[in-house]
């Protein structure tokens, strides 16, 4: 590999992670400021002499923010978190679903994650000698 292209490859890491941490460091804020606006507006409904006799009015601000909070939360964990592992798994298992059912065999643990290449030097058999005879050293002789 050369070096422009490691470059490059660290270069997009780099976004990658950094834009990972700006999601994480969003989500945080978002978070904390759902917490000291709801810690404060309930304090005031407090304050002021609380109505027992309804549903406290400061009970909407924290039930329909707390849903955009738990959107949020999901949007990120969906993305980068947990559940994006999940669906990758979820993924690798339809890719190898649909492998069998297309050629008729189970794909090997390397081409589900994408390792095993066409040109690979895999053994064919085994020589006069005991030893392994490959791919590139198998050719036929009239």
Known sequence: MDDQQTRFDEAELRKRVTEKLEKRKELYEHLASYVCVNLMLWMIWLFNGPEFDGIPWPLWVTFFWGMGMVGHAWSYYSEYGFLA??????????????????????????????????????????????????????????
């Open 85 to 142: 592992e999940r669906n990758e798994e979820a993924i690798q298992r339809e890719i190898a679903r649909e492998y069998a059912r297309m050629y008729g065999e189970k794909m090997k643990n390397d081409d589900l994650h994408g390792y095993a290449d066409d040109d690979h030097n895999e053994p064919v058999g085994i020589g006069e000698d005991g030893e392994l005879i490959y791919r590139d050293d198998h050719t036929t002789s009239a």
